[in-house]
T-cell receptor, first 112, second 114 residues
Protein backbone atom coordinates (compact mmCIF):
# COMPACT_ATOMS: atom_id res chain seq x y z
CA UNK A 1 0.00 0.00 0.00
CA UNK A 2 1.57 3.28 -1.10
CA UNK A 3 -0.67 5.57 0.95
CA UNK A 4 -0.10 9.07 -0.37
CA UNK A 5 2.34 9.93 -3.11
CA UNK A 6 3.48 13.41 -4.04
CA UNK A 7 5.36 14.67 -7.07
CA UNK A 8 7.79 16.16 -7.62
CA UNK A 9 9.99 15.51 -4.59
CA UNK A 10 11.61 18.89 -5.04
CA UNK A 11 11.52 21.71 -7.56
CA UNK A 12 13.29 25.00 -8.21
CA UNK A 13 11.02 27.42 -10.01
CA UNK A 14 11.46 30.89 -11.47
CA UNK A 15 9.12 33.55 -10.13
CA UNK A 16 6.09 34.07 -12.35
CA UNK A 17 5.99 30.48 -13.57
CA UNK A 18 2.99 28.21 -13.17
CA UNK A 19 3.46 25.02 -11.18
CA UNK A 20 1.24 22.09 -10.25
CA UNK A 21 2.07 19.85 -7.31
CA UNK A 22 0.55 16.41 -7.62
CA UNK A 23 -0.98 14.31 -4.85
CA UNK A 24 -2.52 10.86 -5.16
CA UNK A 25 -3.90 8.57 -2.45
CA UNK A 26 -4.89 4.92 -2.69
CA UNK A 27 -6.78 4.67 0.60
CA UNK A 28 -10.15 5.83 -0.81
CA UNK A 29 -10.29 8.58 1.79
CA UNK A 30 -12.97 11.19 1.32
CA UNK A 31 -11.10 14.17 2.75
CA UNK A 32 -7.82 15.59 1.44
CA UNK A 33 -5.72 18.57 2.47
CA UNK A 34 -2.78 20.70 1.36
CA UNK A 35 -0.47 22.24 3.95
CA UNK A 36 2.66 24.31 3.76
CA UNK A 37 5.37 23.92 6.39
CA UNK A 38 7.59 26.85 7.26
CA UNK A 39 10.19 26.99 10.02
CA UNK A 40 8.71 28.24 13.27
CA UNK A 41 5.18 28.30 11.90
CA UNK A 42 4.28 24.61 11.89
CA UNK A 43 1.80 23.47 9.26
CA UNK A 44 -0.73 25.84 7.79
CA UNK A 45 -3.73 24.67 5.78
CA UNK A 46 -3.92 26.00 2.23
CA UNK A 47 -6.98 24.23 0.81
CA UNK A 48 -9.04 21.18 1.62
CA UNK A 49 -11.64 18.92 0.07
CA UNK A 50 -14.16 16.94 2.09
CA UNK A 51 -15.26 14.86 -0.88
CA UNK A 52 -14.74 14.63 -4.63
CA UNK A 53 -16.20 17.65 -6.39
CA UNK A 54 -15.95 20.02 -3.42
CA UNK A 55 -13.11 22.20 -2.17
CA UNK A 56 -12.65 24.83 0.51
CA UNK A 57 -10.17 27.50 1.56
CA UNK A 58 -7.88 27.05 4.50
CA UNK A 59 -5.80 29.52 6.47
CA UNK A 60 -3.46 30.64 3.64
CA UNK A 61 -5.22 30.12 0.27
CA UNK A 62 -4.04 33.20 -1.63
CA UNK A 63 -1.99 32.38 -4.73
CA UNK A 64 -3.06 28.73 -4.75
CA UNK A 65 -5.88 26.78 -6.35
CA UNK A 66 -7.02 23.15 -6.13
CA UNK A 67 -9.38 20.78 -7.87
CA UNK A 68 -10.88 17.44 -6.87
CA UNK A 69 -12.16 15.67 -9.96
CA UNK A 70 -12.06 12.23 -8.32
CA UNK A 71 -11.44 10.62 -4.94
CA UNK A 72 -7.77 9.81 -5.46
CA UNK A 73 -6.21 12.99 -6.86
CA UNK A 74 -5.89 16.46 -5.35
CA UNK A 75 -3.48 18.70 -7.32
CA UNK A 76 -2.32 22.07 -6.01
CA UNK A 77 -1.59 24.82 -8.57
CA UNK A 78 0.46 27.96 -8.17
CA UNK A 79 -0.73 30.18 -11.04
CA UNK A 80 2.20 32.61 -10.86
CA UNK A 81 4.79 31.63 -8.28
CA UNK A 82 6.36 34.19 -5.93
CA UNK A 83 9.40 33.79 -3.63
CA UNK A 84 7.17 33.79 -0.51
CA UNK A 85 5.75 30.50 -1.74
CA UNK A 86 9.11 28.83 -1.11
CA UNK A 87 8.18 26.11 1.38
CA UNK A 88 7.69 22.41 1.93
CA UNK A 89 4.24 21.30 0.82
CA UNK A 90 2.45 18.33 2.32
CA UNK A 91 -0.64 16.60 1.06
CA UNK A 92 -2.75 14.65 3.56
CA UNK A 93 -5.96 12.65 3.67
CA UNK A 94 -8.36 11.37 6.32
CA UNK A 95 -11.13 8.81 6.23
CA UNK A 96 -13.36 10.79 8.57
CA UNK A 97 -13.03 14.54 8.86
CA UNK A 98 -11.69 15.48 12.26
CA UNK A 99 -9.78 12.28 12.99
CA UNK A 100 -6.41 10.94 11.88
CA UNK A 101 -4.65 12.52 8.92
CA UNK A 102 -2.18 10.59 6.78
CA UNK A 103 0.59 12.60 5.19
CA UNK A 104 2.58 12.29 2.00
CA UNK A 105 6.37 12.67 1.94
CA UNK A 106 6.25 16.31 0.88
CA UNK A 107 7.43 18.50 -2.00
CA UNK A 108 10.21 20.99 -1.37
CA UNK A 109 9.58 24.03 -3.57
CA UNK A 110 12.01 26.89 -4.07
CA UNK A 111 10.86 29.98 -5.96
CA UNK A 112 13.65 32.26 -7.13
CA UNK B 1 -11.12 30.20 17.04
CA UNK B 2 -8.66 27.57 18.15
CA UNK B 3 -4.97 27.89 18.80
CA UNK B 4 -2.12 25.61 19.84
CA UNK B 5 1.01 26.63 21.71
CA UNK B 6 4.00 24.37 22.00
CA UNK B 7 5.97 25.88 24.80
CA UNK B 8 9.42 24.69 23.76
CA UNK B 9 10.88 25.05 20.29
CA UNK B 10 13.80 22.74 21.09
CA UNK B 11 14.34 20.12 23.78
CA UNK B 12 17.79 18.55 24.11
CA UNK B 13 17.94 15.45 26.31
CA UNK B 14 20.37 12.64 26.98
CA UNK B 15 19.59 9.10 25.88
CA UNK B 16 17.59 7.06 28.44
CA UNK B 17 16.43 10.21 30.24
CA UNK B 18 12.72 11.06 30.56
CA UNK B 19 11.22 13.80 28.42
CA UNK B 20 8.09 15.94 28.40
CA UNK B 21 7.01 18.06 25.44
CA UNK B 22 4.45 20.64 26.43
CA UNK B 23 1.33 21.63 24.53
CA UNK B 24 -1.45 24.02 25.47
CA UNK B 25 -4.51 24.78 23.41
CA UNK B 26 -7.46 27.12 23.41
CA UNK B 27 -10.90 26.37 22.04
CA UNK B 28 -14.48 27.31 22.77
CA UNK B 29 -15.79 23.89 21.72
CA UNK B 30 -15.00 20.25 22.43
CA UNK B 31 -11.86 19.11 20.67
CA UNK B 32 -9.85 16.17 19.47
CA UNK B 33 -6.13 16.32 20.32
CA UNK B 34 -3.20 14.80 18.46
CA UNK B 35 0.55 14.44 18.55
CA UNK B 36 2.32 13.82 15.25
CA UNK B 37 6.02 13.04 14.71
CA UNK B 38 8.11 14.06 11.73
CA UNK B 39 11.43 12.34 11.11
CA UNK B 40 13.97 14.14 8.90
CA UNK B 41 12.87 14.52 5.28
CA UNK B 42 9.60 12.69 5.88
CA UNK B 43 5.93 13.54 6.26
CA UNK B 44 4.12 13.59 9.57
CA UNK B 45 2.79 10.41 11.13
CA UNK B 46 0.39 9.99 14.00
CA UNK B 47 1.93 9.29 17.40
CA UNK B 48 -1.27 9.29 19.45
CA UNK B 49 -4.67 10.92 19.69
CA UNK B 50 -7.32 11.79 22.25
CA UNK B 51 -10.91 11.63 21.07
CA UNK B 52 -12.81 10.85 24.28
CA UNK B 53 -12.71 8.59 27.34
CA UNK B 54 -9.57 8.03 29.39
CA UNK B 55 -7.46 11.15 29.67
CA UNK B 56 -4.22 9.15 29.54
CA UNK B 57 -3.50 8.12 25.99
CA UNK B 58 -0.79 5.68 24.96
CA UNK B 59 0.80 5.85 21.52
CA UNK B 60 3.50 4.23 19.48
CA UNK B 61 7.16 3.98 20.43
CA UNK B 62 6.46 4.19 24.19
CA UNK B 63 5.00 7.72 24.13
CA UNK B 64 1.97 8.76 26.14
CA UNK B 65 0.04 12.00 26.66
CA UNK B 66 -2.43 13.23 29.23
CA UNK B 67 -5.40 15.43 28.43
CA UNK B 68 -6.04 18.00 31.15
CA UNK B 69 -9.23 19.87 30.40
CA UNK B 70 -8.95 22.34 33.27
CA UNK B 71 -5.45 23.37 32.22
CA UNK B 72 -6.20 22.97 28.48
CA UNK B 73 -3.03 20.96 28.08
CA UNK B 74 -1.98 17.82 26.27
CA UNK B 75 1.65 17.18 27.23
CA UNK B 76 3.61 14.35 25.62
CA UNK B 77 5.87 12.16 27.75
CA UNK B 78 8.29 9.28 27.43
CA UNK B 79 10.06 7.74 30.44
CA UNK B 80 13.25 6.83 28.56
CA UNK B 81 14.20 8.23 25.16
CA UNK B 82 16.35 6.71 22.45
CA UNK B 83 18.58 8.28 19.83
CA UNK B 84 15.96 7.23 17.27
CA UNK B 85 13.38 9.53 18.93
CA UNK B 86 15.21 12.56 17.54
CA UNK B 87 12.56 14.26 15.42
CA UNK B 88 10.11 17.16 15.23
CA UNK B 89 6.92 16.73 17.25
CA UNK B 90 3.71 18.56 16.46
CA UNK B 91 0.71 19.00 18.71
CA UNK B 92 -2.59 19.51 16.89
CA UNK B 93 -6.17 20.26 17.85
CA UNK B 94 -9.32 19.74 15.84
CA UNK B 95 -12.82 20.67 16.78
CA UNK B 96 -15.30 17.88 16.38
CA UNK B 97 -16.73 19.46 13.27
CA UNK B 98 -14.17 18.54 10.69
CA UNK B 99 -10.54 17.78 9.79
CA UNK B 100 -10.17 21.01 7.85
CA UNK B 101 -10.32 22.73 11.20
CA UNK B 102 -7.17 21.01 12.51
CA UNK B 103 -4.68 23.52 13.85
CA UNK B 104 -1.04 22.54 14.28
CA UNK B 105 1.44 23.94 16.74
CA UNK B 106 4.79 25.33 15.60
CA UNK B 107 6.58 22.11 16.55
CA UNK B 108 9.14 21.02 19.12
CA UNK B 109 12.48 19.69 17.99
CA UNK B 110 13.54 16.81 20.25
CA UNK B 111 17.26 16.16 20.09
CA UNK B 112 18.48 13.05 21.90
CA UNK B 113 22.17 13.01 22.73
CA UNK B 114 24.31 9.95 23.41
Amino acid sequence: IAGITQAPTSQILAAGRRMTLRCTQDMRHNAMYWYRQDLGLGLRLIHYSNTAGTTGKGEVPDGYSVSRANTDDFPLTLASAVPSQTSVYFCASSDKAGVTQYFGPGTRLTVL
Amino acid sequence: AQSVTQLDSQVPVFEEAPVELRCNYSSSVSVYLFWYVQYPNQGLQLLLKYLSGSTLVKGINGFEAEFNKSQTSFHLRKPSVHISDTAEYFCAVSDQGGGFKTIFGAGTRLFVKA
